[in-house]
């Protein structure tokens, strides 16, 4: 597949010390892409910043929202606004510089060889999460494996949110009525996907904690989002319900 359009999506809330430098790094490292970037009205004046950064680099634009409605929100208004213009491809990113911008090159090219779903893993040969204390790479790799034995999900990181979509087969898994948020967004996203037979390619990515301001993610989030698991799980491999539910059909 030929790639001729493709939609950054980056949700901000509190990112005036990163995101010059990461939509700088952004178009530097994938000159074509258009970004998004969609503010949840921070108070730092990260929209502001974002606007004037994209004055300069061009094909950057600011989706500014009334006030902080979460990430998996973020995304869903995000795609939303790319659907209406039509782009070939979308890609989650942070803000924050965890996600090495280098990386997208691969993401797009896992797209165009032929993957509906391409995501961007610390658990694959390549992949590495330098710095992480040992209490949290147990947490997240138990975490995934979790995932892949309750959901039957083919993905060393169902939890990263580093990926591509084709924007065909994403239209498809009615990503308007994903309420999970956090780490159960991305998760509950890739079960939708690999629901609908979608072709699923990890590629190495290495993860680093951001250097500025504040992580969002919480203890709260990861259980949170363990729990949907579990009550996925049970619903549709258990009391088999649910399924066409999960990708967006009438049950």
Do not use: C
């Not at 530097?28 to 606007?51: F, H, K």
């Not at 090219?109 to 961007?120: F, M, N, P, S, T």
């Amino acid at each position: 597949m030929s790639v001729n359009s493709v939609l950054i999506v980056v949700p901000t809330y509190q990112e005036a010390a990163n995101i010059e430098n990461v939509l700088e790094q952004i178009r530097e490292a994938y000159p074509p892409a258009t970004v998004l970037v969609v503010d949840d009205n921070s108070p730092d004046g990260t929209a502001n910043i974002a606007e004037k950064v994209g004055e300069k680099l061009g094909r950057v634009d600011v989706l500014r929202r009334p006030g902080k409605a979460g990430l998996g929100s973020a995304y869903r208004a995000g795609f939303a606004w790319g659907f209406d213009r039509d782009f070939d491809v979308f890609i989650e990113m942070d803000a924050d510089l965890s996600h090495d911008p280098k990386a997208l090159a691969s993401l797009v090219q896992g797209i165009e060889e032929g993957a509906d779903l391409v995501v961007g893993s610390r658990y694959v040969p390549g992949g590495a999460i330098p710095g992480w204390p040992a209490h949290r790479v147990l947490l997240s790799r138990y975490g995934n494996k979790y995932a892949r034995l309750v959901l039957g999900l083919k993905l060393n990181d169902a939890t990263s949110g580093y990926r591509a979509f084709r924007a065909t087969k994403l239209a498809n898994i009615d990503f308007h009525n994903v309420r999970a948020d956090g780490y159960g967004f991305q998760i509950e996203m890739a079960y939708r996907m690999s629901r609908l037979g979608s072709v699923i390619r990890e590629v190495p990515i290495t993860f680093v904690d951001r250097t500025e301001g504040e992580s969002k993610m919480s203890s709260r989030i990861i259980f949170e989002a363990l729990a949907l698991v579990t009550g996925w799980g049970f619903r549709d491999r258990i009391l088999k319900r649910g399924w066409k539910k999960a990708v967006g059909g009438k049950s």
